[in-house]
């Protein structure tokens, strides 16, 4: 959203603004970590194998369960990425891993209706983010408890980045069809109020 509004070019304090969060959210390498891509690739196969193989009314809450725990994982990656610690990046690793296990366990009970080839080839893709998973909180575990000031925004601040983004094109496009100079002062304003509360204070 932000790139494609730094196109419009709507004013120069909006356009300020969206350059410091285009900045801001071009730092996020959590897709370049091997158990969340990963883990993101199982959860796609969850809902393609519960959608494709699992067709009877009986497995509705096993369904929605094993969604709700593939969906775990990647979710408690993405919070613990974006904590202020390592030792809160660990925890929610740990609930990742936790999750993790309760799919496969569920995965195995599934050879019911799912072919066995398929359970074993997500079963062997869990267990691959399992290693990553355990290797990731020992290496944690090893470190001080420092700031971890070189991971990524946080996701909350990315959120909050995406709603400045779309409340400035609103106020841009207000701002370049009035007539009235007060009114694109007014709108230039509560663009910068949005942007002051939502980018972080070294890049304000």
């Not at 809160?88 to 799919?103: D, H, K, Q, W």
């Not at 420092?146 to 094109?169: D, G, Q």
Request: proline share 3%; glycine share 2%.
């Amino acid at each position: 959203m932000v790139q494609r509004l730094l196109f419009m070019r709507p004013s120069p304090v909006a356009d300020r603004y969206l350059q410091a969060a285009e900045e801001v959210m071009s730092d996020d390498r959590l897709a370049d970590l091997g158990a969340y891509r990963k883990a993101l690739e199982l959860f796609d196969l969850v809902v393609e194998d519960t959608t494709r193989y699992i067709k009877t009314s009986r497995c509705e809450r096993l369904v929605s369960q094993q969604i709700a725990s593939a969906d775990s994982v990647c979710s408690n990656i993405e919070e613990g990425y974006g904590r202020e610690s390592s030792v809160e990046y660990r925890r929610f690793l740990g609930i990742a891993r936790g999750s993790l296990c309760e799919t496969q366990g569920r995965y195995r009970r599934m050879r019911h209706w799912i072919p066995l080839d398929v359970v074993q080839h997500r079963l062997a893709l869990a267990e691959e983010i399992q290693r990553i998973l355990t290797a990731t909180i020992n290496r944690l575990r090893e470190k001080q408890d420092t700031c971890h000031c070189h991971l990524p925004l946080a996701l909350a601040t990315r959120l909050r980045l995406r709603r400045a983004a779309a409340l400035t094109k609103v106020l841009a496009l207000s701002c370049a069809k009035a007539s009235d100079q007060r009114k694109r002062t007014k709108a230039d304003r509560a663009i910068a109020r949005i942007w002051l509360a939502a980018l972080p204070p070294y890049h304000r």
